[in-house]
């Protein structure tokens, strides 16, 4: 049964420490995705890959998050440094999306952040 | 405006009941449609694609409209385990080309 896992599962932190968030997509999916969830803004779009390339990362506050996929199998969102504002939900998706066609999204538990 | 608007309820009902969600969106070429169900304190998980020319399975119906924009999601003799927040998502095509997720309905079914 493939899923796509998350780590870690729950984070705590102080304000001002880096925080690195790893997800591993299902095998053959070619996007990865990574949202964040809180309950004022919902379900936010941060960041996707497809092939590994980054195709937007507008939704990502530049100057402290950054997102990479160094190979097929890994995909990490990290931020640096971390505020209180970050403490959210950290949902990683993946997907097959062929010729614009958007098959379903498979999320992966998604890691609890929160920053003290 | 938002891409997608959903009424974020929640809705409470009685079991048995019939509840019916909406949502609108905002990019008139829009292609893809779905709804998803998200459990308090889990993932997102795919309920239903919605095709133009609707579609059911089981006690679940999804409607398109077009002309008006709007998606629909009927939940016939509810029961106790369909308690959850229904999430409404669109492709938008363009711009960002991702799926745009509503901020989701939640429903309550009552015992």
């Known amino acids: 049964d493939a899923r796509v896992t998350q780590t870690p599962r729950d984070k705590v932190t102080e304000m001002g420490q880096e925080v690195t968030m790893r997800c591993q997509p299902i095998?053959?999916?070619?996007?990865v995705f990574w949202y964040r969830q809180t309950m004022m803004q919902g379900l936010e779009l941060l960041a996707y890959f497809r092939n590994r390339a980054p195709l937007d990362d507008s939704g990502m506050p530049k100057d402290r998050f950054s997102a990479e996929m160094p190979d097929a199998t890994l995909a990490t969102l990290k931020i640096q440094p971390s505020e209180p504002r970050d403490s959210a939900v950290y949902f990683c998706a993946s997907g097959l999306v062929l010729k614009g066609s958007y098959n379903e999204q498979f999320f992966g538990p998604g890691t609890r952040l929160t920053v003290l | 405006r938002k891409e997608v608007e959903q009424d974020p309820g929640p809705f409470n009902v009685p079991e048995g009941a019939t509840v019916a969600f909406n949502c609108t969106y905002s990019n008139s070429a829009s292609q893809s449609f779905f709804w998803y169900r998200q459990d308090c304190r889990k993932e997102p998980k795919l309920l239903m694609s919605v095709y133009s020319s609707g579609n059911e399975d089981g006690r679940f119906t999804a409607q398109l409209n077009r002309a008006s924009q709007y998606i629909s999601l009927l939940i016939r003799d509810s029961k106790l385990s369909d308690s959850a927040t229904y999430l409404c998502?669109?492709?938008?095509?363009?711009?960002?080309?991702?799926?745009?997720f509503g901020s989701g309905t939640r429903l309550q079914v009552q015992p």
């Open positions: 095998l053959g999916h070619n996007t």
């Open positions: 998502v669109v492709n938008p095509i363009t711009g960002r080309r991702a799926l745009t």
